[in-house]
C-alpha cells in the first residue's frame, strides 16, 4: 500500500518509493547484521545529515530512522543513544546558529537533524 500511494499524485515518486521501501525492510537490513556494518551505515547517515542539500539531509535522515527502528526492535539502549546523538547534533547547530546565524547554517546546518528525529 505504501508503494502505491508513493506513486500516486507526487513530483517525487522515486524518492517515496524508496523511503517506503527502507520503512518497510525487514529487521535486521539485509547485508548490515554486524554492528560494523551498521556503524559505517551511521558514519554515512552523519556525514549526510550535515549535507547543505536537501536531498543529502534526508537521506541521512532516512537512513538515521530506519537505523533506530532496527536498533528499537533489537535494543532499546542503541535507540536511546542514537537519539542522545541527534539531540546533541542538534543543540550544536543550535548554539552555532545563536552565535552566528549564517556560519551556523552553513557548517552546522540542522535540517537533516530535525528530520532524522522527527
Known sequence: MCKLHATIGS??????????SLISAPIPLPGFG????????????YGRLDGNRKSDAEAGALVMQVISRESHAQSNANAIRY?????????????AAEQD?????QKHPMHGTLLAIA
Not at 513530483?11 to 517506503?20: A, E, G
Not at 554486524?34 to 547517515?45: F, W
Not at 546565524?101 to 547554517?105: E, F, S, W
Request: net charge positive; proline share 5%.
Open 83 to 95: 537519539a542522545q546523538i541527534l539531540l546533541a547534533r542538534l543543540k550544536t547547530s543550535i548554539v
Open 101 to 105: 546565524l549564517v556560519i551556523g547554517m
Open 34 to 45: 554486524t554492528p560494523e556494518q551498521t556503524e559505517q551505515m551511521l558514519n554515512a547517515a
Open 11 to 20: 513530483p517525487q515518486r522515486l524518492t517515496n518509493i524508496t523511503t517506503c
